[in-house]
């Protein structure tokens, strides 16, 4: 079963805008993680969150972690056409720690 | 800049045979993972190595699917017999500091099962 759930699944938007991207997850994390995924590749580590932090910035990414709504939310800032993707999130769960991914959000950018 | 080597990339195969996938992670990280992804999901985990020994494989089909990490470095996952259902991405990753951490991934392979 997975943990996070993306939302939307899909987004289209022109470049110079803004996306925004939401994660949400069932289960007490320590951590909570951004991967994009580009066509027919493999995922690429774009940031994590920690439980006790509320914010992260990372070059035009802003990280969001809501632990008492169980969320997240990802904001690319002033997006470009390489920012065409598939973008998932994932958390650490279970006896493991194993990392569970959502479905993923397939991020157009218009150019 | 090290990557997780993963071949081959693309694998056409016939239901019923078999097929195997290998991976050499970045040198020095102590985790693997193996990955199967189907199309338009996210990954799913199928088996975690901590240096030579599984530490989950919860996931993983034994009854067609094995996996090892016979030196603790780089690892083959195999099918057999391959069905049609096993069409999907098989990614490989690893980490150094736990299952915690950032994970980083290989390119993948591709599988298509006729």
């Known amino acids: 079963s997975q943990q996070g759930e993306e939302d939307p699944q899909a987004l289209s938007i022109q470049e110079g805008e803004n996306a925004t991207m939401n994660c949400s997850y069932k289960?007490?994390?320590?951590?909570l993680q951004w991967y994009r995924q580009n066509s027919g590749r493999g995922l690429v580590h774009l940031i994590l969150?920690?439980?006790?932090?509320r914010e992260k910035h990372s070059g035009r990414l802003r990280v969001t972690l809501d632990t008492s709504k169980k969320s997240s939310s990802l904001l690319i800032t002033a997006s470009r056409a390489a920012d065409t993707a598939s973008y998932f999130c994932?958390?650490?769960?279970?006896?493991?720690?194993?990392?569970?991914f959502g479905k993923g959000i397939t991020l157009s950018v218009r150019p | 800049e090290a990557e997780v080597a993963q071949s081959p990339r693309y694998k056409i195969t016939e239901k019923s045979q078999a097929v195997a996938f290998w991976c050499d992670p970045i040198?020095?990280?102590?985790?693997l993972y193996w990955y199967r992804q189907i199309l338009g999901q996210g990954p799913e985990l199928l088996v975690q190595?901590?240096?030579?020994?599984?530490?989950?494989d919860s996931q993983l089909p034994k009854d067609r699917f094995s996996a090892e990490r016979l030196k603790g470095v780089d690892s083959t996952l195999k099918i057999q017999p391959a069905e049609l259902g096993d069409s999907a991405m098989y990614l490989c990753a690893s980490t150094p500091v736990g299952v915690t951490g950032e994970q980083y991934f290989g390119p993948g392979t591709r599988l298509t099962v006729t």
């Open positions: 994932a958390t650490p769960a279970g006896a493991n720690s194993k990392l569970t």
């Open positions: 040198s020095g990280h102590a985790t």
């Open positions: 190595f901590q240096d030579e020994s599984v530490v989950d």
């Open positions: 289960t007490s994390i320590n951590n």
């Open positions: 969150i920690r439980s006790n932090e």
